[in-house]
């Protein structure tokens, strides 16, 4: 698969992130239902077991609606490995993904060139998130295919550096395909990406709001509610720096302006403080002002795409 012309292809060039617990096969179909690449963590699917069910559905429904909509084909889905050594199922997940030859597979926190071989021995494309430089210069060289530049701004474990200098850095060295993370909520945030010189954005707190969306209706009416001011910055909850609602911070009995670093170290993706992240402790972007009300995921992306078209127009008419 060739990223760079798989984006002018979509209605509009659009990965939505995997996001932890939320993602599930029905927000995925969705997604690429409507237009844009749907993926999961891997680790979503619990038991491990569980992931070859998710695959199966996602494959033959996706078939299933090219079949019956051959004008407009649903866009690839992607699945999310953490490549952590925290993680022990990364063997076993990865077996499934070349099983059934997932499109487009996406690692976090740690690039692996075994994991990147095993995807390109049936064509497969491979995008690590990044939030520097120096991870983005290891990503490619261990052979990953492209890039996820997560800038400030973006919702759960995210970089400190703005997307301007991010994506402008990285094009000074590679040319191959860029997504951008960070406060992606609009089309015209959209085309924004597409003018810095990333070939997609990469959009996950909207989805959280979306009907489809495996999130608990406090959660998803937060996001609604919300704007950037009410996102904090912090280690605590699994020892990377991410993006959380204030709001859930503070309901967990928590004071979100005195808040203790954590050990990286003792990193484990679910406890810090006695409390569950990402289950208690909300990620989000900053982003979601922009996000007014729950929508199913077809008419989020089509407004996506609607104020796309609008955003370049008024560029070509400037």
Request: net charge negative; glycine share 10%.
């Amino acid at each position: 698969m060739n990223l760079k012309e798989l984006a002018p292809s979509l209605p509009i060039p659009v990965i939505a992130s995997p996001l932890f617990i939320i993602s599930n096969p029905d927000l995925v179909i969705a997604q690429c239902q409507a237009g844009v690449v749907g993926s999961f963590p891997a680790l979503n699917a619990r038991p491990a077991e569980l992931l070859e069910q998710w695959l199966v559905r996602i494959t033959s429904e996706l078939a299933a609606w090219d079949r019956e909509h051959p004008d407009r084909p649903a866009a690839p889905f992607a699945v999310n490995q953490i490549v952590h050594k925290s993680n022990d199922r990364v063997e076993h997940d990865l077996a499934l993904c070349v099983k059934y030859q997932v499109p487009i597979v996406i690692t976090s926190l740690g690039a692996r060139t075994d994991v990147n071989d095993a995807i390109h021995s049936y064509g497969g494309v491979v995008l690590h998130d990044v939030i520097n430089q120096s991870f983005a210069h290891k990503a490619i060289e261990k052979g990953a295919d492209g890039l996820i530049l997560v800038a400030a701004g973006a919702g759960g474990h995210a970089g400190a550096i703005s997307p301007f200098a991010l994506v402008e850095e990285t094009r000074q060295w590679f040319d191959g395909p860029l997504a951008l993370a960070g406060a992606i909520a609009t089309g015209g945030a959209v085309l924004a990406a597409r003018a810095l010189g990333a070939d997609f954005a990469y959009i996950g707190s909207p989805f959280i709001a979306t009907r489809e969306a495996n999130a608990v209706e406090a959660y998803k009416q937060a996001i609604v509610a919300a704007g950037a001011e009410d996102i904090i910055y912090t280690d605590l909850f699994t020892g990377v720096h991410g993006n959380y609602l204030r709001q859930s911070v503070v309901n967990a009995g928590l004071d979100p302006d005195h808040l203790p670093q954590s050990d990286p170290s003792k990193m484990n993706f679910g406890s810090g403080a006695g409390i569950k992240a990402w289950r208690d402790i909300w990620g989000a972007g900053q982003g979601i002002g922009a996000v007014h009300k729950e929508t199913p995921v077809a008419d989020y992306v089509a407004q996506l795409v609607s104020q796309y078209r609008d955003a370049q127009g008024r560029v070509a008419a400037a």
